[in-house]
């Protein structure tokens, strides 16, 4: 009895393995959407695993503007929203254009991944990702400053008074 059971399982196991493996294959093709991350350039191992830091004084406009939109208090809005991916975009091409290295065309697809995957999120989890996510990546490529904001109270007011 137990040997029929056991030939019975067999092919069921089999079965499942196959089904489960193609179901992981489809489910991560599914996921790409056509985007991929930058494709490893054809260099020695040591140029594609250099770290560049950049100069975070050169990008603090781009910075403090980022920090003012992921940081403030205020709900986010389709406008906020807008502006957020646009200045994270911008960010992005600037830093795949700093230097030819394959970690700031990583940093760069990261930056493009935050704005297209924040777009559509809620609320509640967009307050807590975002600015983990966004302090992340800001950590990664600038060199650390004071006036890096790490929450809304350390926004620094914004021309005209306004934060």
């Not at 092919?11 to 494709?39: F, H, N, Q, Y």
């Not at 003012?68 to 254009?97: N, S, Y």
């Not at 704005?115 to 800001?138: C, T, V, Y």
Request: net charge neutral; hydrophobic share 40%.
């Amino acid at each position: 009895m137990d040997r029929s059971l056991a030939e019975k399982t067999s092919p069921m196991l089999c079965l499942r393995t196959l089904l489960t493996m193609a179901l992981a294959a489809v489910l991560g093709s599914l996921c790409s959407c056509g985007k991929s991350a930058p494709e490893p350039h054809a260099k020695y191992p040591e140029e594609m695993m250099k770290i560049v830091i950049l100069h975070a004084d050169e990008y603090r406009q781009d910075i403090t503007a980022i920090d003012r939109l992921v940081f403030d208090e205020k709900p986010f809005d389709k406008d906020r929203r807008a502006l957020l991916a646009t200045k994270l975009g911008e960010l992005a091409a600037r830093v795949k254009a700093a230097k030819d290295s394959h970690f700031l065309e990583i940093e760069a697809y990261e930056i493009t991944r935050l704005a297209d995957g924040f777009k559509n999120m809620p609320e509640q989890p967009l307050r807590s990702q975002l600015p983990n996510q966004w302090m992340r990546i800001r950590n990664n490529l600038f060199d650390d400053r004071s006036w890096f904001a790490r929450s809304a109270a350390d926004l620094e007011t914004a021309p005209g008074g306004s934060q």
